[in-house]
């Protein structure tokens, strides 16, 4: 069954620094990953998405993920955090068709001035 | 501006009362979906359309019903059946064929069931 894991429930970074938010996949064929991200009392917005090709992927506010088929990972990365990326992130997969999105449980990023 | 409307977005109702939240969408999508979001469990799906006329059950339809008589539309009834109904509800669309992944979600409605 295809799924995805997010193994941190929070994650805090100091605005300048780095910031990676982590996700692993469960998939049988090739992986359609995705990044939304959700501000408070609001909907999903889409960030960027990994289909094939390039295993980095560059997508919206300057956030990029990096595909990693050995470690079935795809982490969400930016280089340097500002205090208005604090908000809940989550990884999605495609299951099966029909734009059909299995999310993992979120991880919220908190990012202190 | 083309987008997703969620209404209402904040909702209580007694308990064994039917509720039925609205979602119209004017980016003619073919592909219409409900998600239930609940704290620290993702977003789980409902039931899903790809054309007017047409849905299927999701992972979590049980107490749940949907029409799509347009394709604007694609309305969600919460029914007395569903045992833990109080969420967020998140609807969403795409454009149909291929799996671009890419869903535009509305605003969301919460319902508190008392």
């Known amino acids: 069954a295809q799924s995805v894991a997010q193994p941190e429930d929070q994650v805090n970074v100091a605005e300048g620094n780095p910031l990676t938010v982590k996700c692993t996949y469960s998939v049988s064929g090739n992986p359609y990953l995705f990044w939304y991200v959700q501000y408070p009392n609001r909907g999903l917005q889409f960030l960027l998405k990994?289909?094939?090709?390039?295993?980095l992927v560059k997508g919206s506010y300057g956030f990029e993920a990096e595909f990693n088929k050995s470690q079935t990972s795809f982490h969400l990365k930016k280089p340097s955090a500002l205090v208005s990326d604090s908000a809940l992130y989550f990884c999605a997969v495609v299951r099966g068709s029909y734009n059909k999105l299995i999310f993992g449980a979120g991880t919220r990023l908190a990012v202190h001035p | 501006d083309g987008g997703i409307t969620q209404s209402p977005k904040y909702l209580f109702r007694k308990e064994g009362q039917n509720v039925t939240l609205s979602c119209e969408q004017n980016?003619?999508?073919?592909?219409m979906y409900w998600y239930r979001q609940d704290p620290g469990q993702g977003l789980r799906l409902i039931y899903y359309?790809?054309?007017?006329?047409?849905?299927q059950k999701g992972d979590i339809a049980e107490g749940y019903s949907v029409s799509r008589e347009k394709k604007e539309s694609f309305p969600l009834t919460v029914t007395s059946a569903q045992k833990n109904p109080t969420a967020f509800y998140l609807c969403?669309?795409?454009?149909?064929?291929?799996?671009?992944?890419?869903?535009?979600f509305g605003e969301g409605s919460r319902l508190t069931v008392l």
């Open positions: 359309s790809q054309i007017v006329n047409d849905f």
């Open positions: 990994y289909i094939t090709g390039d295993n």
């Open positions: 980016l003619n999508h073919d592909a």
């Open positions: 969403a669309s795409s454009t149909s064929g291929g799996n671009t992944g890419e869903l535009f």
